[in-house]
């Protein structure tokens, strides 16, 4: 393959296709944010390493980015379609808030914090625009109007429907062969009112008295779809190069994404790429889901011990578009390998030389190949280990591909003994004393407790080396 082109995985074409921005040197991407009535859970962040993995692989092409993160913050149901409680009130109820449009963006304000403070721990770049779905409702009237006046939706008495048997090519991205005209099975419970049990919800009415925005199209809250492409559209155009998400988003929300941009734009496509991750499971296949033992937050991995980007090297050693497995001693594996990438940094000194530019075509040809970071690693490990390279290269070389991998060798450092905290030489003491009585079990555990506050810890001929993370 040749290093200066990208080949990326189109969901809608279910090929490997040459990237071709639309505009020469700027790519506009869309990423499906978080909806924000607590806090993201391991699985969730998987889809914004891949994410970020994209737009700094493109970056490392020379391109300009313009990306947008959405918050959903209003109008996203339990059942991700048309019923259910809506996640922003099963929020408000949780932590004994008020059912009010001013409660309910307090909630989500905090839980946005969070987070981007996620995203900050995970060395993930935060994009140019995260707008809130709740400051959206004009654009949202604007195209339900549209398409009312098009004649592509219909009033019910709970909302308004967009009518799938008049978009020919409703179920391209989810790749199903079903026929609109006769689908009738429901995916979200029989409504009676619906022409087609498969027509989706671009607004939803309130019940009376009950919450929601007055507009001309009646008082209610947007349909969970509806806020992405009116997002999307106002700060990216009607057509833009690449939309990011999950797998679990193909078959329901970019499915009518696609139906109600196209038809209420006139323009195809809405999306020239579709990229979506695979899901992230624990217990040998139960999906990580926000209850239960599965709802994993990245405070938990801090709270093991472990370093948030260790969790984001263990992501970078699966292709993004294969499921994962979950498991803390695969997390711990990952860290114990991170930790070895960092001695061997450590001991390249402090010159900086220049980058090696045949290892760094074959980084940059593997990122190319669909954003093939487990063969990208191994290019890393090998120049690493390379006995005719010169310490000083290694590290420029390194530098480089960290511009995309973002494992924070930047940021890595020897620390002088004097400058390291009192409670981490407390801890390092503790540690050495543990591994002279051979208890290796506490010295991990106290090795892991260093990790978390940021300092990282080598064993050398010389005895303990200890530096900053």
């Known amino acids: 393959m040749n290093s200066s082109k ?100 307090e909630l989500a304000v905090f839980y946005k914090e969070k987070f981007m403070e996620d995203l900050s721990a995970m060395n993930i770049k935060h994009p140019d625009i995260i707008p809130f779905a709740s400051d959206h409702i004009k654009e949202d009237v604007e195209i339900v109007g549209k398409l009312l006046e098009k004649g592509f939706a219909y009033k019910t008495s709970d909302g308004i429907y967009f009518e799938i048997a008049k978009f020919p090519d409703y179920w391209q991205l989810s790749g199903r062969k079903d026929s609109p005209e006769e689908k009738t099975e429901s995916r979200v419970g029989e409504n009676v009112e619906k022409k087609n049990q498969a027509d989706f919800a671009l607004w939803k009415f309130s019940a009376k008295d009950g919450l929601g925005y007055e507009t001309k199209i009646g008082k209610g809250f947007p349909g969970w779809h509806i806020e992405c492409s009116a997002m999307s559209i106002k700060y990216l155009g009607e057509q833009f190069d690449i939309h990011t998400g999950g797998i679990d988003h193909i078959p329901v929300h970019h499915t009518n994404e696609i139906a109600q941009s196209e038809t209420y734009t006139g323009k195809k496509p809405f999306v020239r790429v579709w990229m979506h991750n695979n899901f992230l499971d624990i217990n040998n296949g139960e999906k990580m889901a926000k209850s239960g033992d599965g709802f994993i937050t990245l405070q938990t991995v801090k709270e093991k011990g472990i370093s948030p980007i260790a969790y984001r090297f263990w992501i970078l050693m699966g292709h993004y578009r294969t499921k994962m497995n979950f498991n803390w001693e695969a997390l711990g594996g990952a860290e114990t390998a991170l930790g070895r990438l960092y001695g061997l940094y450590l001991e390249l ?82 540690r050495q004393a543990a591994r002279g009585s051979k208890d290796f079990q506490k010295s991990d555990e106290l090795r892991k407790k260093i990790n978390s506050l940021g300092y990282e810890i080598k064993d050398t001929d010389g005895g303990q080396k200890i530096s900053k993370i």
């Open 6 to 105: 990208i080949q990326l995985y189109n969901t809608l074409s279910r090929t490997k296709e040459e990237f071709v921005p639309i505009h020469k040197d700027e790519v506009r991407m869309y990423s499906c944010g978080p909806t924000v009535y607590d806090y993201a859970h391991i699985g969730n962040l998987r889809a914004y390493v891949f994410a970020d993995i994209l737009q700094k692989t493109l970056e490392y092409y020379k391109y300009k980015i313009k990306r947008v993160i959405n918050i959903t913050d209003i109008g996203h149901l339990t059942s991700d379609a048309d019923d259910g409680e809506d996640k922003m009130a099963k929020g408000l109820k949780r932590e004994g808030k008020p059912f009010t449009l001013e409660a309910m963006k």
């Open 349 to 430: 000194g402090n010159d900086i030389g220049a980058v090696h530019e045949e290892y760094r075509n074959k980084f940059k040809e593997y990122l190319g190949d669909d954003l093939d970071t487990p063969r990208a690693l191994t290019i890393l490990w090998d120049m690493l280990k390379d006995p005719n390279m010169s310490p000083a290269d290694k590290k420029a070389t390194t530098l480089d591909f960290d511009k995309v991998l973002g494992l924070g060798f930047e940021s890595l450092k020897e620390v002088d003994q004097e400058e390291i905290p009192a409670e981490i030489a407390q801890l390092a003491a503790l």
